[in-house]
């Protein structure tokens, strides 16, 4: 209801009340008394009625709403998010191309970055496979955004790491993330909990 409504039918009651002499004792009292609790009720009622639809209205359920996740976007970059399709054929023939099983790829991306190619991290890794600057450039990425380049760069340097640790999927997921160095290091997964929560996710949703 109207704060301006409410204070005219307040005042409408108090000049009411003044012009009988007495508060609810007279007839014209008690009349303007119970024509301003009628109209009052009424108002509410109707802001009620009125507060319930909009909240229907405003708060229905939609099954089609997804909630992505906030990404820093590169500077100066030129490339947008592209399809599932286009994304889902870079992944099968870089798999082919360097014999890496296509879901394990996709359990990298997912973690990495979600499938938004333009995700950049706080340290610095790029696109889809998050893949460090250097790396990039070792591999041959002229631009990590680039959602073919970077999977096809990214997938080339999981493939290393497999056949560098004869196929164990932890090992390479592990050097993937900590570095070749530290595994080495440490003749297995590094005691590092990023690096170990990271095998540990990646390993479940490939499984």
Do not use: C, W
């Amino acid at each position: 209801m109207e704060i301006s409504v409410l204070q005219q039918m307040i005042q409408h009651q108090a000049m009411a009340m003044m012009a009988s002499g007495k508060q609810n004792t007279s007839s014209n009292s008690v009349f303007a008394d119970l024509a301003f609790k009628q109209l009052l009720q009424e108002k509410i009622n109707n802001a009620t009625n009125y507060n319930n639809t909009f909240m229907q209205q405003k708060y229905i359920p939609s099954s089609a709403h997804t909630t992505y996740p906030i990404t820093v976007l590169p500077e100066n970059s030129s490339s947008t998010k592209e399809g599932t399709d286009s994304i889902y054929a870079y992944i099968k023939n870089a798999a082919s191309k360097y014999g890496v099983d296509e879901g394990l790829i996709h359990a990298v991306i997912k973690a990495e970055s979600n499938y938004n190619n333009e995700a950049r991290s706080n340290a610095g890794a790029q696109g889809l496979m998050q893949l460090m600057p250097a790396t990039a450039r070792g591999l041959g990425v002229t631009n990590p955004y680039d959602s073919q380049q970077n999977i096809e760069g990214g997938t080339k340097y999981l493939s290393r790491m497999l056949q560098r640790y004869n196929g164990k999927v932890e090992l390479a997921l592990a050097a993937y993330n900590a570095g070749p160095g530290n595994v080495d290091k440490y003749q297995g997964i590094p005691p590092f909990k990023e690096t170990q929560n990271y095998v540990s996710k990646i390993m479940k949703a490939y499984i």
